[in-house]
């Protein structure tokens, strides 16, 4: 009997193609364990830029748009528990900006959110720099055992 996976999708009124979701959750799984940390459950809510603009403003007084918002929900350091919601408008439109594949920028995304939960921060540039290393280094393990044309749309 296959485990149940600690990792959950929810779509929020957006058309998403997410191919290969059950490896997708398995590999964010590994994530934590390569980072030596231990998930007790994670929720990923795929949304629009209006739905995350009024997250942002309700929870953190923030007035702008933005591609990701993590909430840490962890009890304690040992598990960690978390929501992470994604505009969908914003991957798309960075994706175009950046000149990169919708799938790759979904992908950085959705590790960027796990990384942020394993205590990695973007504040300054030693921060980013750091995070952006991460980001390529999963993005790089995931794509070479899912290729990229499985999981696009």
Same mark, same amino acid.
């Given at each position: 009997?296959?485990?149940?996976?600690?990792?959950?999708?929810?779509?929020?009124?957006?058309?998403?193609?997410?191919?290969?979701?059950?490896?997708?959750?398995?590999?964010?799984?590994?994530?934590?364990?390569?980072?030596?940390?231990?998930?007790?459950?994670?929720?990923?809510?795929?949304?629009?830029?209006?739905?995350?603009?009024?997250?942002?403003?309700?929870?953190?007084?923030?007035?702008?748009?933005?591609?990701?918002? /993590?909430?840490?929900?962890?009890?304690?350091?040992?598990?960690?528990?978390?929501?992470?919601?994604?505009?969908?408008?914003?991957?798309?439109?960075?994706?175009?900006?950046?000149?990169?594949?919708?799938?790759?920028?979904?992908?950085?995304?959705?590790?960027?959110?796990?990384?942020?939960?394993?205590?990695?921060?973007?504040?300054?540039?030693?921060?980013?720099?750091?995070?952006?290393?991460?980001?390529?280094?999963?993005? /790089?393990?995931?794509?070479?055992?899912?290729?990229?044309?499985?999981?696009?749309?």
């Amino acid at each position: 009997m296959a485990s149940k996976s600690k990792v959950c999708f929810f779509f929020d009124n957006v058309k998403v193609s997410l191919k290969k979701r059950s490896e997708l959750k398995r590999f964010i799984e590994i994530i934590f364990k390569m980072e030596k940390k231990k998930l007790a459950g994670l929720n990923y809510i795929f949304c629009s830029d209006k739905r995350l603009l009024e997250i942002n403003r309700q929870f953190l007084a923030h007035d702008y748009y933005t591609d990701i918002v /993590t909430f840490d929900f962890s009890e304690n350091r040992k598990e960690i528990a978390g929501e992470i919601y994604i505009s969908i408008d914003r991957v798309k439109s960075n994706a175009r900006q950046f000149k990169v594949p919708v799938v790759s920028e979904l992908h950085r995304v959705i590790f960027h959110g796990a990384l942020h939960l394993c205590g990695y921060k973007d504040k300054n540039q030693a921060e980013k720099l750091k995070m952006t290393g991460k980001e390529n280094l999963y993005l /790089t393990k995931y794509f070479s055992v899912v290729p990229r044309d499985t999981v696009s749309g």
